[in-house]
């Protein structure tokens, strides 16, 4: 595709409830990257895919988040047992990985509400 | 711990004027120094980016000033239109980093009046 992209837009879900969040990056790039944008907060850096191996997992909240990429493209996030500190905008990006192509390629999120 | 904080958290300016927000950070290690710009339920998209061999980057109406002994950064937006009202981001990138993972900012958020 075009650009990054993210699904679904928008999820509510129940406390307790497991979710997940789907990433598509831009054909071709092999770094992908999770981070969380609560309101009015910054970027919290969630977790750093280079290809399919996961290097940095250091911003994971909590052992109810877990992530996985498979063939080099897709991602997923997992959020198990929500809470509704979990509410917040799940950003995904990608990137070339390469000095002159460390820009951040950012899709439009889904943002998760937990009642 | 904050690595990076930016300042102001809001700013509303008149159009035609400059805008400008700062950023400071301690890690002498940071080697890239990238602003992103969000729009309401888009994701940030790069805006203008520097390395610390400079001290200013200039891309059209967008000027990154840079001050290494002080550790600072900062954006001006010259000529400031309603279209640039958006939330800004700094970031910063640790040199020995083998995952090109930024570290943001907590944002600006603009609003220039017409």
């Known amino acids: 595709g075009a650009g990054v992209s993210q699904s679904p837009s928008n999820k509510v879900t129940e406390k307790g409830k497991d979710v997940e969040l789907r990433c598509d990056p831009i054909?071709?790039?092999?770094?992908l990257y999770w981070y969380r944008q609560s309101l009015g907060q910054g970027l919290e850096f969630l977790i750093y895919?280079?290809?399919?191996?996961?290097?940095?997992k250091s911003g994971l909240p909590s052992d109810r988040f877990s992530a996985e990429r498979t063939g080099g493209s897709v991602s997923t996030l997992t959020i198990q047992r929500t809470q509704q500190e979990d509410s917040a905008v799940y950003l995904c990006?990608?990137?070339?990985?390469?000095?002159?192509?460390?820009?951040?390629?950012f899709g439009s999120g889904t943002q998760l509400s937990v009642l | 711990q904050q690595q990076v904080k930016q300042s102001p958290q809001s700013l509303i300016v008149q159009k035609g004027g400059i805008s400008i927000i700062n950023c400071a950070y301690e890690?002498?290690?940071?080697?890239?120094f990238p602003w992103y710009q969000q729009f309401p339920g888009k994701g940030p998209a790069l805006l203008i980016a520097?390395?610390?061999?400079?001290s200013e980057k200039k891309e059209g109406r967008f000027t990154i000033s840079f001050n290494k002994s002080a550790k600072q950064f900062s954006l001006h937006i010259m000529d400031s239109q309603p279209g640039d009202s958006a939330t800004y981001f700094c970031?910063?990138?640790?040199?020995?980093?083998?995952?090109?993972?930024?570290?943001f900012g907590q944002g600006t958020t603009l609003q220039v009046k017409p």
């Open positions: 990006a990608s990137s070339l990985r390469r000095r002159e192509g460390e820009k951040l390629f």
């Open positions: 054909s071709g790039h092999t770094a």
């Open positions: 895919f280079q290809g399919n191996s996961a290097p940095d």
């Open positions: 890690n002498t290690a940071f080697d890239y």
């Open positions: 520097i390395r610390p061999d400079v």
């Open positions: 970031a910063v990138k640790h040199g020995s980093s083998n995952t090109g993972k930024l570290i």
